[in-house]
T-cell receptor, first 117, second 108 residues
């Protein structure tokens, strides 16, 4: 069974540009979460989606948005890129639960390394 | 102040040593996760626990709910155990609050 996949692996963008990052969860997983990891720090929560609905949003500006598709894959969009957006963006999936109770381990993708110049 | 605190930040050990990494959290949680991150970024979930103790191979994770404290132990450490170990807390959702990580280096 394939694990969580993310694309692209690496990306270089210029300040002010827009970027779309993609994530495909493990088959059968309905919950997808996005995290930003700046070099030397622990990951920070950006969004969680379950069954195509947003379940949680971290402390990130409105330049960050996401969505989940009917096949449970997800996109993270970042507009008006800043130098500080340079980071490893991680996607994690789990089966999820209808009542939000965390009952399952999360499985992480390899990440997309975004560099903003 | 981070809701999840880890210690130590850095740890070096000789092969074969017993290793302990500690994690404390500030409020009640639904579950505590231990994860491993290798250079290059990939994160692997090691344990998810809400009470007691779990063991997988040479790894043992314990949690004390009353003291809001968890430990990850590695027995008979090996150079391939070298990685960053991160604890993370989940509350009412799948959202994880991560600690800052412990960088472990095991030398032959």
């Amino acid at each position: 069974d394939a694990g969580v996949t993310q694309s692209p692996t690496h990306l270089i963008k210029t300040r002010g540009q827009h970027v779309t990052l993609r994530c495909s969860p493990i088959s059968g997983h309905k919950s997808v979460s996005w995290y930003q990891q700046v070099l030397g720090q622990g990951p920070q929560f950006i969004f969680q989606y379950y069954e195509k609905e947003e379940r949680g949003r971290g402390n990130f500006p409105d330049r960050f948005s996401a969505r989940q598709f009917p096949n449970y894959s997800s996109e993270l969009n970042v507009n008006a890129l800043l130098l500080g957006d340079s980071a490893l963006y991680l996607c994690a999936s789990s089966p999820g639960t209808s009542d939000s109770t965390p009952r399952y381990e999360q499985y992480f993708g390899p990440g997309t390394r975004l560099t903003v110049t | 102040k981070n809701e999840v605190e880890q210690s130590p930040q850095n740890l070096t050990a000789q092969e074969g040593e017993f290793i302990t990494i500690n994690c404390s959290y500030s409020v009640g949680i639904s579950a505590l996760h231990w994860l491993q991150q290798h250079p290059g970024g990939g994160i692997v979930s090691l344990f998810m626990l809400s009470s007691g103790k779990k063991k997988h191979g040479r790894l043992i994770a314990t949690i004390n709910i009353q003291e809001k404290h968890s430990s990850l132990h590695i027995t008979a450490s090996h150079p391939r155990d070298s990685a960053v170990y991160i604890c993370a807390a989940s509350y009412n959702t799948d959202k994880l609050i991560f600690g800052t990580g412990t960088r472990l280096q095991v030398f032959p």
